[in-house]
């Protein structure tokens, strides 16, 4: 008898699929827009802190209802501090650490784009204010002075001679300045991205050239703002790790992690270092580092997709082994998936990837379908439609 294909193996996770448009907005990073702090470095590719808060709440529901049911005479009231260590390996600008912090939850996250962990680390850092306000009074009150500072071609397509100068003149000042130059520095980075000609369409970016404010101008308006949000967010004693590592193979002990909120980077996705050109050479990063990883793996299975996806889910395999391997048993994982459209192919990766899960030992319990959109080939031939989910699933 002809053993069934992946392709077809998947299809009965199909059952799972649970429509809940309301989250929709909050799976992407609209919303942390108007966010204190997390709006510190935008990520197009980011989710929203009201998704992660969502889903805290979602699984303490989960494990309140299992508590009770083990023990009906003595029901145990748990909130979403019982998760004591929360993992999200491809954290982007720290959404997920963000959110966990703030309800006073310990995370540890991993990034391969260097701009986006930083953010992630400077965003959940602890700071004294004071401290903070004194050193932003004497950067800004600091004396110009003209640099002869040479930057990569980019910059002086992306930026006027005035902005170059700033630059180079706060850049300089910002690194000598040792505690604290992380903060600085980011906001250096977000009053530049303001302050330039850029303009970030899909996988490339292109040159406006419009009036902009004076960086300095800028410069001062980020950091006084920054400072405000620091001082407006709640602050808790939980500690956050970012780290620039790749999550296919995890620095963890096994069996620590108690829950994963998290979100690949999508089949057919752009690749997300170019457009970061500018954030990643404050770094030390003068040309786009790695293109994003998942997706490049040398090819072993999966011969029945489309070739360009074979790669793509190869690595993911070896990403949820990882995620099976650090996770406690009775961890309780969320995974943002968005579905693909390959080679004439549409891909459903939420499927595909809740078998992968389920052969692995997770128990998938649900797959939260957020968004739709059509699959379109020249633009404007639709082919299907694309769903975006969230897999909710445990460790058995
Ligand atoms: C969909 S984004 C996640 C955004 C994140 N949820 C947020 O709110 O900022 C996917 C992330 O995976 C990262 N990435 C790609 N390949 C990776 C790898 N092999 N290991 C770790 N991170 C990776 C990308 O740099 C990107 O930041």
Redesign the pocket.
Known sequence: MKSMSIIEESQKYAALLEHKPELGPAAT?VPNKAEPVYNWLY?K???SKELVNWLLDYFSAQQTSENETQNQTTPKALDSSEFQLVL?????????LLACKQKGINSIG????PA?VFASMVKTKNYDLDELKEQARLLLKKKFIRLDKKFPPLFYRAFSKYALEDIAFFDSEIREMGNNNDFFLLALINAAIKCSYVWKDGAVIKIRKAPKPPLRVMLRKTIYRMIKDLEASPQTGAHCVAEM????QLDLEPGIIDAVI?????LNNID??KVYEIENYFLGYPKPPLR???GFSDVEEFSELPASARAYFT?MKKVLYELYRVSKSSAKLAV?VGNGYVDGVIVDSDLLLAKMAEGMGFNVEKIFVVNERFALEERTKKKGVLRESIIVMEKI
């Open positions: 990073f990520y590719e980011g989710f999200d390996p491809f954290c982007g600008v720290g959404t997920t991993y990034d391969v784009q986006a590592k790749d999550a296919r998290t979100s690949p980077p999508y997300y270092t994003s990883f998942i690595d943002v």
